[in-house]
């Protein structure tokens, strides 16, 4: 099956500074794509691109083979939740679900709204103003804007960083169920390792603007002499020339 | 090609603003009527001052009345984008498949609604109180107020355009460009009473073109309609611009990653 989403030869300058160095990767069916990599490497910076809201300095984006400079049809089949990114806070869940659910074009809106509002334990908050709710609650409702379209492409930023650890597991367990149950992908952005091993099928890590590493997050750290996700992260952060010329 | 739904989505997430907000809501009504009202009372002062048969009701009232439609519908598209600048809305909304001319026609439609009530409550109040009759304009109402909504949506354009070039600092400039224009649009005084440097700039502004026809409608002669529908031409040309001129900065931001990191408000 073709994969969800391809990036060739990404490159993002600013000025002197080269954010993303001419990365290539892709997003296969039914995965989740761990992008690991320390605060600066250029992870936030690929997923804006993804997101058509920077401009890639050359490079090729594609999404469910459509170029990513036809904006709007590769964004029809793509959603994100970030943690800097949250929802209007002077709308309520509903009402804020209802206006992204019109800009992303979903039919049979009110049905799906109610689906999502279920099952992300939205009922209590369905008429409550999202700026009143907790940091963990509007994380949900950013999980459920992000699932409205049946994303083909999930880009989640650190997605359960404000979670307790009980909601943070329901929603990997939900997430993976998403990837398992369709034809969808997700890109998730983490710096909690453990939570990397456990949801992600294979990791790209990323360092000062290139791919450093690839591989299944549960293989790669006995590859790189490494005891776990976390030692070979560390080791990646402070060395990454090192790592990089013994790989 | 425009997806109704999108610009629609933002009309929507207007209305559930104003709908929970008398904050927002207050505003549409309480300048203009205070603007009415103030001058109401002044043309009724001149009224009784002045040589009889001078009615200054229609003149001056009239053309606060036009006047504040236009800086309502400028500031009606202002507001319903500063309303994403102040929810730090914009990687919401412009990392959906919204594109930005529907989002530019869901501005442009919200201010219409917002607008036509300012409209309608100024009509109410300077009728019932000081007996301005709207409709005394004839159908050279029409080209007026469509000249000064065109050219209220090209200016309201153009200021969301600026504050999404220079930041959210920048909205302080938007909010006085009504005032800044009024002196060269003649909106009191004919455009003959001005020197000639400012009538050359006053012909550049198509709301200059509403207030001469204005004032030969109320002096009952012939209103040049060759030169309103020049102001008409005019407005459209600035509609067009504006819309450039927006879509230029939103590249521009799209590309410097200033859209991504607004609130920085520079990428330098």
């Known amino acids: 099956m ?31 794509l761990g992008l690991l990599g320390p605060n600066g490497a250029g992870k936030t910076t690929t997923i804006d691109m993804i997101l058509g809201v920077l401009e ?32 209007p806070g002077n709308l309520t869940v509903e009402q804020n679900l209802r206006v992204f659910g019109l800009l992303y074009g979903v039919r049979g809106l009110g049905a799906r709204i109610d689906e999502l509002v279920e099952e992300f334990d939205l009922q209590p908050f369905r008429k409550v103003k999202c700026g009143v709710l907790s940091s963990g609650e509007q994380t949900r409702v950013a999980l459920a804007k992000a699932m409205l379209n049946r994303p083909r492409l999930l ?53 000062r603007g290139r791919i450093l590493l690839e591989g299944d997050p549960r293989t790669l750290p006995g590859q790189h002499g490494k005891a776990t996700l976390e030692d070979l992260f560390v080791a990646l952060a402070r060395e990454p020339l090192a790592l990089e010329r013994a790989s | 090609m425009i997806r109704w739904s999108r610009p629609g ?20 009504f309480a300048w203009v009527g205070v603007d009415i009202i103030l001058w109401g009372f002044i043309t009724r002062y001149l009224n009784a001052v002045t040589s009889a048969g001078m009615n200054f009701i229609p003149v001056m009232l009239g053309a606060v009345l036009l006047w504040d439609f236009f800086a309502r519908v400028m500031h009606g598209v202002a507001t319903a984008f500063f309303e994403d600048v102040w929810s730090r809305n914009f990687l919401n909304l412009f990392a959906s498949p919204l594109a930005v001319t529907e989002y530019v026609t869901g501005l442009v439609l919200s201010s219409i609604a917002t607008s036509s009530l300012g409209l309608a409550a100024m009509v109410l109040l300077a009728t019932t109180l000081f007996g301005l009759s709207f409709l005394g304009y004839g159908v050279a109402l029409v080209p007026f107020l469509l000249v000064l909504f065109l050219f209220g949506i090209a200016l309201g354009i153009v200021g969301s355009a600026l504050v999404l070039r220079f ?24 455009l003959s009473t001005l020197p000639r440097w400012m009538q050359w700039l006053s012909h550049l502004l198509p709301p200059s073109y509403v207030f001469e026809g204005m004032r030969a409608v109320v002096s009952g002669k012939a209103v040049s309609w060759t030169s309103l529908w020049g102001g008409a031409s005019l407005a459209v040309g600035y509609v067009l611009l504006a819309g450039w001129l927006f879509s230029r900065v939103y590249r521009h931001a799209v590309r410097t990653g200033l859209l991504a990191r607004y609130s920085a408000e520079s990428v330098n």
């Open chain 1, 2 to 32: 073709p994969p969800v989403m391809t990036a060739t030869a990404l490159t993002k300058r600013y000025g002197g500074t080269l954010a993303v160095d001419g990365i290539s990767f892709e997003v296969r069916r039914n995965e989740i």
């Open chain 2, 167 to 190: 930041g959210p600092a920048a909205e302080w400039l938007i909010w006085p460009i009504p005032a800044l224009v009024s002196p060269f649009a003649g909106v009191f005084y004919p």
């Open chain 1, 56 to 87: 890639p300095t050359s490079g090729e984006i594609r999404i469910e083979g459509v170029d990513s400079r036809s904006r709007s049809r590769a964004l029809e089949r793509t959603n994100f939740a970030a943690a800097y990114a949250p929802l």
């Open chain 1, 155 to 207: 880009l989640l930023d650190e997605p359960t960083a404000s979670l307790d650890p009980s909601v943070a597991r329901d929603i990997r367990g939900r997430l993976r169920a998403f990837v398992a149950g369709g034809e969808g992908a997700v890109l998730w952005t983490s710096h909690n390792m453990y939570e990397v091993e456990e949801v992600c099928d294979r990791v790209l890590f990323l360092s």
């Open chain 2, 9 to 28: 989505a933002i009309v929507l997430r207007h209305f559930y603003l104003m709908r929970g907000s008398p904050a927002r809501v207050l505003p549409l």
